[in-house]
T-cell receptor, first 115, second 112 residues
Framework: NAGVTQTPKFQVLKTGQSMTLQCAQDMNHEYMSWYRQDPGMGLRLIHY???????DQGEVPNGYNVSRSTTEDFPLRLLSAAPSQTSVYFC??????????????FGPGTRLLVL | KQEVTQIPAALSVPEGENLVLNCSFT??????LQWFRQDPGKGLTSLLL?????REQTSGRLNASLDKSSGRSTLYIAASQPGDSATYLC???????????FGTGTRLTVIP
């Protein structure tokens, strides 16, 4: 198993540009989520999905869109990048909804710089 | 809102020493608490998960304790090794919520 994979590893954007951060898992996990990690603030949940076709907002959803058309993939879209979105983005997954107390598996992260 | 604090922010110890990392949280109505390890430029690796009904969990040289009433958890690392050098994060989940609330981490350096 490749586990949780993320692409790209690093990206530089200009303010106003759009892009999609890719996340995929090959463990047949139902639950997937996106976090951002900023210095001094810890990881914060952006969006999550409890299964294909179902998504919901986390703590900091503004400026981001998600969709879940398949179990394997959970892309994160920035429609108009802003410098405040400079961060490291992590995708995570677990076998079932987090309500069951499942351990989450994290991807290696995407480092995003918005100029 | 749940606040999670980890003190100290950084810790250096000589190899072989036993050490304790601290995590505190403001809302005691948690569902579970997890300790993660993060290596530079890498993702997070789950180390231990403690359900709210449990007092501690052990895995090898690691032991995590949970005291819900005081809003505290500790991660005890025995006989530290240079390979233990990493940032350690704790995260709590409130009952009925899908959100993990993370602390800012303790960066551990084990000196050979």
């Amino acid at each position: 198993n490749a586990g949780v994979t993320q692409t790209p590893k690093f990206q530089v954007l200009k303010t106003g540009q759009s892009m999609t951060l890719q996340c995929a898992q090959d463990m047949n996990h139902e639950y997937m989520s996106w976090y951002r990690q900023d210095p001094g603030m810890g990881l914060r949940l952006i969006h999550y999905s409890v299964g294909a076709g179902i998504t919901d907002q986390g703590e900091v959803p503004n400026g981001y869109n998600v969709s879940r058309s398949t179990t394997e993939d959970f892309p994160l879209r920035l429609l108009s990048a802003a410098p405040s979105q400079t961060s490291v983005y992590f995708c995570a997954s677990s076998y079932s909804t987090l309500l069951a107390g499942e351990t989450q598996y994290f991807g290696p992260g995407t480092r995003l710089l918005v100029l | 809102k749940q606040e999670v604090t980890q003190i100290p922010a950084a810790l250096s110890v000589p190899e072989g020493e036993n050490l304790v990392l601290n995590c505190s949280f403001t809302d005691s109505a948690i569902y579970n608490l997890q300790w993660f390890r993060q290596d530079p430029g890498k993702g997070l690796t789950s180390l231990l998960l403690i359900q709210s009904s449990q007092r501690e969990q052990t895995s090898g040289r690691l032991n995590a304790s949970l005291d819900k009433s005081s809003g505290r958890s500790t991660l005890y690392i025995a006989a530290s090794q240079p390979g233990d050098s990493a940032t350690y994060l704790c995260a709590v989940r409130l009952g009925g919520a899908n959100n993990l609330f993370f602390g800012t981490g303790t960066r551990l350096t084990v000196i050979p």
